[in-house]
């Protein structure tokens, strides 16, 4: 697999598992606009996901869907920050927080790409993704005073780190305000046994008739 399509997985594998694990707040956030507003953007990021699954799809001669849904879990590219199973408010505030401000470094990075195709892509859903980032700086900015919620970004740091390259990681540093020194960075490459669990969550329907056309 050449880096471009490596490349083009890790991003639209952060994207839909990212996008799944906000769709359970559906029914059970803490206010009725809280479930529309996860509800919203997990749409969104599954989309994002299918763009980018598309790019990859040329690359390797297969189709969004059969990327998204056949692989087997450990062939996913994914962070393990968008994996881990969050049912506490303040945990998925934090992880939604950092998982943004990442996701913005590295939308920064590749708008400036040589590659025109990937750059343009990335532009657009960098401004698709302006609603989400004011959400989570609303709520870090409401709950920054709460200890449950800085000790929750302490310890989702290490995660966040994982989703960019060492590279970028000195930005991501600078627009949190934390440190990459003190941190050991939790690298792609090794998944969380929640990703096995959300795996035959999100593929049931599919692997209950193998070859079907949806």
């Not at 206010?31 to 763009?51: K, M, P, W, Y």
């Not at 950092?98 to 750059?119: H, I, N, P, T």
């Not at 302490?154 to 949190?176: C, D, H």
Request: proline share 3%.
């Amino acid at each position: 697999m050449n880096e471009r399509a490596q490349l083009l997985l890790s991003i639209a594998d952060d994207e839909l598992i990212i996008g799944w694990r906000d769709s359970e707040w559906t029914g059970i956030a803490p206010t009725l606009e809280e479930d529309v507003a996860f509800s919203s953007i997990a749409q969104n990021e599954i989309g994002h996901a299918r763009a980018l699954y598309e790019l990859a799809a040329t690359e390797l001669g297969s189709d969004a869907d059969a990327l998204a849904f056949d692989r087997a879990p450990e062939e996913y590219r994914c962070a393990q920050l968008v994996e881990l199973h969050l049912l506490e408010w303040a945990h998925t505030i934090a992880r939604r927080y950092l998982y943004e401000e990442a996701d913005r470094v590295r939308l920064g990075a590749l708008k400036e790409s040589a590659d025109s195709e990937l750059a343009g892509v990335a532009a657009k859903i960098d401004r698709e993704e302006v609603y989400h980032r004011m959400h989570a700086e609303l709520w870090a900015a409401r709950l920054r005073d709460e200890s449950r919620f800085r000790e929750a970004v302490e310890e989702l740091w290490p995660y966040a780190l994982g989703v960019l390259p060492q590279e970028l990681r000195p930005e991501l540093a600078r627009r949190t305000g934390l440190s990459v020194d003190s941190t050991q960075a939790i690298e792609r490459g090794t998944h969380t046994p929640e990703l096995a669990e959300l795996w035959q969550e999100m593929t049931e329907v599919r692997r209950s008739i193998p070859g079907a056309q949806w």
